[in-house]
């Protein structure tokens, strides 16, 4: 008598049925592997937030997705409501997330198409700026401006490859006042890099060279 085989999981069929690997689904998200194949063999599941970037990049419905305790809403009001949630509760494990998300995200701009890459790190920024908005503690709140700087320099950055060049100085100045606040000469120094580079990029050399004399001792 032959085994029953059970159906494959909901994302695993979704992933095939675009046409993507384990390893390029895993890209596109910017997660490991060993994630992806824990999610679909029903082992883990991603969080609230995570179900959104995974359904973004296979143009799916989160219901779509197969996992447990999905988020209820419609369009782009769930991200909303699942933000306004979470904002009484902000946890270690939260902000650690997105601390290693933000990271992941970076990791993945070298390999990744910026037009890809985009609504992840949009939705990133719409879920911290929700925290922000709500009850935290003196160094959550720090951390959540480091989380949310670092992600408006990655945007800056995707929005100029991208040739949306006033969106990318937005993001940038928002990346800037994050270093201001959070008291982060690491991200500051590149806000200011990425300033020069934008310069550059559009034939105002004097202003890079202006910039370059801005940046502090040690921090160029």
């Known amino acids: 008598m032959e085994a029953d085989n059970p159906p494959p999981h909901p994302l695993r069929a979704l992933r095939e049925s675009r046409g993507l690997s384990q390893e390029r689904f895993a890209q596109l998200i910017a997660r490991d592997v060993s994630t992806v194949k824990r999610w679909e063999k029903g082992r883990t599941s991603p969080s609230a937030v995570t179900q959104h970037e995974v359904a973004e990049a296979l143009g799916a419905d989160v219901a779509e997705l197969g996992f447990a305790d999905q988020p209820r809403g419609e369009g782009d009001d769930v991200l909303r409501l699942l933000t306004s949630a979470q904002r009484s509760s902000v946890g270690e494990a939260t902000i ?28 990133r920024l719409q879920y911290v700026a929700g925290l922000l908005q709500g009850t935290t503690t ?5 951390r959540l401006v480091v989380v949310w700087g670092w992600s408006s320099l990655l945007l800056a950055t995707l929005c100029f490859d991208w040739g949306r060049r006033e969106a990318a100085h937005a993001a940038r100045a928002a990346a800037q006042r994050a270093a201001h606040e959070s008291g982060r000469v690491d991200l500051g120094a590149w806000s200011m890099e990425a300033a ?13 060279f202006a910039q370059r004399r801005d940046v502090p001792a040690g921090d160029a």
């Open 96 to 123: 650690e997330e997105l601390e290693q998300s933000a990271e992941r995200l970076a990791r993945a701009y070298a390999t990744t198409d910026p037009v890809q890459l985009l609504p992840a790190v949009v939705q």
């Open 138 to 142: 003196l160094d959550q709140h720090r």
């Open 196 to 208: 020069a580079w934008f310069a550059l990029a559009e034939g105002r050399y004097h202003e890079r």
